[in-house]
């Protein structure tokens, strides 16, 4: 149940990025654009990967279990590091953005 609610909290984070690139995608500058695509890309496959990892879970046995654990964690890890990661690059790049704006304008 953990692993699920875990899952469901990053895709609403991968929505939640989506929305804001969606809402912002006229202030950003396509290479802005392009890396906060990327980053959702990312997360995407880090979450899918979490979820397979929890799959195996389900079928372990008490063998495979420790490492199983591991496996999971560090996968768990990386998905996590990746939402922040993304958001900070989408934040600065919104930033960027919008001072090259002020910089044209002055």
Known sequence: ADANAE????????????????SKSNELSAEAKAQYEKSIAAL??????????????????EENWEQLKK????????????????????????????QDVKDALK
């Open 71 to 98: 496996d999971v964690n560090r996968t768990y890890n990386k998905a996590a590091e990746g939402v922040e990661k993304g958001w900070k690059n989408f934040k600065e790049g919104v930033e960027k953005a919008a």
């Open 44 to 61: 995407e496959k880090e979450r899918d990967e979490f979820k397979v990892q929890t799959d195996k879970i389900k079928n372990s046995t």
């Open 7 to 22: 899952i469901d909290r990053i895709n609403k984070e991968i929505d939640k990025m989506k929305a804001d690139l969606k």
